[in-house]
């Protein structure tokens, strides 16, 4: 290992409260649980379906099969809540007009709210806009009272990602994924972003095997810990405000 004599630094141990570590276990088992309700709240709607169809059935006589372009069902104020469609477009009270694919949940406002389905372009800021590149992807997504998107879980076809995100009020706060092939060079990754700030913290590896971890100040420095598929280990230090960087470690 070689040591630049000038420079002191003392490294914590990974394991205690205050290591980022252990912050991130903290993130990564909170993202669990949360995905773990999502998990009992579609498992809720299945139900629900499945026993409004089985009452149906004995009520109304047995039928092995219902076609229908679409299925809209409304509170007692004759609000659109929930719209079944290969095409939701607009609706008699829904805001958007905006086309999604699935199962769309709406408040009592005509706000989306949650959409299992396929979400081509999302809310932001009040703005509707097209998701990068185009990209569609297909699963679970959540909003606010504003109908701005706020989190969402989710496989994308054309750029083979698997995705699961929560965001702040101006975009993107956490997320994780994991890239069929690579995603600018990484094939699994979790990210920390402050709000209007940038990242804060990247966990992740790479596709040549290297795994690293980054520290970031938005705007000012990030301090990097990588280690690569030879075992080489490197400790890095870059300032933004002086536009330089330097290795504290390096052990090959």
Known sequence: ?????????????????????????????????????????????????????????????????VTANEIVVRDSDGHDRIILSPQIVASQTRLRSDTLEGILILDRNGTDRVLLGATPTIQSEGT???????????????????????????????????????DNRSGEGLTMFVADGNLYGQKVGL????????????LGASQEGQTMLNLDAPGKGRISLSIDSMAGVSFNHYDNLKQTSRMLVKQE
Do not use: C
Not at 137 to 160: H, I, M
Not at 191 to 202: I, R
């Open 1 to 65: 290992m070689m040591i630049k004599p000038t420079i002191q630094f003392n490294i914590k141990n990974m394991n205690s409260p205050e290591s980022p570590t252990h912050h991130l276990q903290k993130e990564i088992a909170a993202l669990k649980r949360k995905s773990r309700l999502l998990q009992a709240i579609l498992l809720l709607i299945v139900v629900y379906l499945l026993v409004s169809g089985w009452i149906g059935n004995r009520n109304k006589g047995r039928f092995e099969r």
């Open 128 to 166: 509707i806009m097209k998701r990068v590149d185009n990209s569609v992807p297909w699963g679970f997504a959540f909003n606010d009272s504003l109908g701005n998107e706020r989190g969402g879980f989710g496989y994308y076809d054309s750029r083979g990602l698997v995705s699961f995100g929560m």
């Open 191 to 202: 990210v920390m972003q402050q709000e209007n700030a940038g990242q804060a913290v990247y």
